[in-house]
Nanobody, 118 residues
């Protein structure tokens, strides 16, 4: 059974930092793309960052470039999202996602709340 479990959310003041973790289990994710998405109240879920697990290639939404960094720990089967210089508009539920495009397979985590106060 595939599971993605996020952790590390919380409340922080503007300008602060948080590191989110996504622990993946149930299969090998070397041929998956791993991503972070977020959904603010009343808004659609949006892309934040992604990484090709095998190559380490990274992609970012323009709104977080230079502030957020996605990374992975192969030994722990975990993907991280380091978030620096947080802004109130970063407030949202953050979700981890795993995609294997060749089989159109997608998994989501349950989400973790990030709140940035001004």
């Amino acid at each position: 059974q595939v599971r993605l479990v996020e952790s590390g959310g919380g409340t922080v003041q503007a300008g602060g930092s948080l590191r989110l973790s996504c622990a993946a289990s149930g299969r090998t994710f070397s041929d998956y793309n791993m991503g972070w998405f977020r959904q603010a109240p009343g808004k659609e879920r949006e892309f934040v960052a992604a990484m090709k697990w095998s190559l380490g290639t990274t992609y970012y939404a323009d709104s977080v470039k230079g502030r957020f960094t996605i990374s992975r720990d192969n030994a722990k089967n975990t993907v991280y999202l380091q978030m620096n210089n947080l802004k109130p508009e970063d407030t949202a539920i953050y979700y981890c996602r795993a995609d294997r495009s060749i089989t159109f397979t997608t998994y989501w985590g349950q989400g973790t709340q990030v709140t940035v106060s001004s």
